[in-house]
């Protein structure tokens, strides 16, 4: 999970203007048990403004496993609520809860989020209070919560964090899914492929840059 620089972007206009009264529609329409809905903003789609920014903001990465490219081909790009909109509906048109991500990543978030009891979730044991790591925040660091372990190619806790912290790097991991479904097999398959470019292609073109740069 990269590291993302919320600042490289500006907030788009039509959450600037609009995010109170798009919310304030929202809570109704939640109120009335009716889906979300993305709003129309000087004739255009905000959807597609906010998903163009995110993809700016990431370089079409996923904002937590690190596939690319979204909206390319077969893996879709979608704008993922980190606190569910449903769960924390005053976050659904917030700036810094939204981020780019693939489907596989929503499909392992789903509306899910810890919370202040302790749950069990996917067979898994979740601990009061411990949410799981954005990739915004300004003291982020792959390298301090996490290690890569190259004979599976899967992404661990750095043992040298303390137990609390250990237990946040667990649930993060868990939460977007980064070892299941093959996905450190898709990691050495990328690297080999980035190897065998011989850096005629700048990182920036292959998935899960993180861990590229750590082999």
Known sequence: ?????RYRIKKPECLIEKANEWTLDWK????????FTWHQYKKRD?????????????????SYCGIYPLGKGQIS?????FKPKSIFLDLAFEWNNLFLACGECQKYKGNFFPNDKEQ??????YHANIEPLKPDEIDYSFDYWFKIIWK??????????T???KKKAIITIDFFGLNEDGRPQARELELEKYKGSNNKLK?????????????
Do not use: W
Request: with cysteine.
């Open 1 to 5: 999970m990269d590291k993302i620089n």
């Open 28 to 35: 109704t329409r939640h109120e009335q048990s009716k889906g």
């Open 46 to 62: 905000c959807q597609t403004i906010i998903n163009k920014a995110l993809s700016k903001l990431t370089d079409s990465h996923c």
């Open 77 to 81: 790009a979608t704008i993922d609520h």
């Open 120 to 125: 069990i979730y996917r067979n898994k044991h």
């Open 152 to 161: 599976t190619n899967k992404i661990v806790p750095n043992n040298k964090r």
């Open 163 to 165: 137990i609390p912290e």
């Open 203 to 215: 990182i920036e073109f292959f998935s899960y840059r993180f861990f590229l740069t750590r082999a």
